[in-house]
Structures are given as structure tokens and as C-alpha cells.
């Protein structure tokens, strides 16, 4: 097999997994959740979200992801940002949307920890490397400074 052969074979067989998260905002805050133990990227910061299940529509998927971990019933808004990253073996796909409304007040229910924060916080924190690589763009999407 030729090598451009071999490489179209190897992107046909990457294993990809969607993902969706929300930016929820309170005024010029927004909500990180700290990850669990026992789960990768374990006390990392991240946005609240998860797997989007087979078939799944992401609107759905993220509201449903935000009961789960939050137990708020939230009102899905806009599509905000898209990236890619390769953990090695396994890519992802995380689709980032606006969370403007909801119901009920979010609770740590899946993370270590909920906190408000700046966003300019989140280049001080521990964050997934998919994250901190699309760090100007979340920010873009947040209508934050990149901090001085
Ligand atoms: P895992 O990763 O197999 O331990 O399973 P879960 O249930 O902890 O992972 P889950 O459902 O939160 O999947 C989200 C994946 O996306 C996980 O590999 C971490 C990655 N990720 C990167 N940035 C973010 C983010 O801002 N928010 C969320 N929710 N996930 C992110």
C-alpha cells in the first residue's frame, strides 16, 4: 500500500466522539465545573457538557447533559464555537453553545466543584488541552480581552 494510502486509511478508521458544552453567563461570569476523580482529565476545568449519545440531536444531547450535571432545565441558544482535538487514539469534536436561560440554580451534581468565574480566570487554571488550545476563540466567543 502506497503511504497515501495507508494515511487515508488511518482517517477513515480515527474514532471520533462529539461533544457538547455550554457557556452559561451571570453577568460577565461564567460557570466552570471541576472534573471527577476517577474520570480522564480528572480536576480539570471545564465547561459543563458530555457525549452526545448515538443519534442524538446536540441540542438535546446538551440539555440533557446540563439536568444531569447541573439538574437545571436550560433553554439551548446559539451554536458559538466548533473545534476539533486528538487525544492520541480518540478525537473529539466539541460543538460550544450559548446557555442564556434555565431553570433552578445549578448544583455540583457530576463535578468535584462549581464555580462563577472571569473568564480571563480560565488561562491561571487547569483546563483541557483542547480548550486551552482555542483559548483566544473562547474568549472571541465570550466577548472577552485576551488578559494583559
Ligand atoms: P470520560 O472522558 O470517558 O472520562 O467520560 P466523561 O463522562 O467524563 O466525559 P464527558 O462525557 O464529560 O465527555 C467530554 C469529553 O470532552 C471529555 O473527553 C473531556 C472533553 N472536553 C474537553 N473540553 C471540554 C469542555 O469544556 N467541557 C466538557 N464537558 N468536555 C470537554
Known amino acids: 500500500m502506497s503511504d497515501t494510502?495507508?494515511?487515508?486509511t488511518r482517517i477513515r478508521k480515527a474514532h471520533w466522539i462529539p461533544v457538547v458544552a455550554g457557556f452559561l453567563r451571570k453577568g460577565p461570569q461564567v460557570l466552570v465545573g471541576q472534573r471527577p476523580e476517577n474520570h480522564s482529565l480528572a480536576g480539570q476545568w471545564?465547561?459543563?457538557g458530555g457525549k452526545i449519545e448515538s443519534g442524538e440531536p446536540p441540542e438535546v444531547a446538551l440539555a440533557r447533559e446540563l439536568d444531569e450535571e447541573l439538574g437545571i432545565e436550560a433553554e439551548i441558544g446559539e451554536l458559538?464555537?466548533?473545534?476539533?482535538?486528538s487525544y492520541g487514539d480518540v478525537?473529539?469534536?466539541i460543538l460550544f453553545y450559548e446557555v442564556k436561560y434555565w431553570k433552578g440554580e445549578p448544583k455540583a451534581k457530576h463535578h468535584l466543584m462549581l464555580e462563577w468565574i472571569h473568564p480571563e480566570e480560565l488561562v491561571h487554571r487547569s483546563i483541557p488541552e483542547a480548550n486551552r488550545k482555542m483559548l483566544n476563540r473562547i474568549f472571541q466567543a465570550l466577548g472577552v480581552q485576551w488578559p494583559r
Open 5 to 8: 494510502a495507508v494515511k487515508k
Open 80 to 85: 458559538k464555537l466548533a473545534c476539533t482535538h
Open 46 to 48: 471545564e465547561f459543563p
Open 91 to 93: 478525537n473529539i469534536l
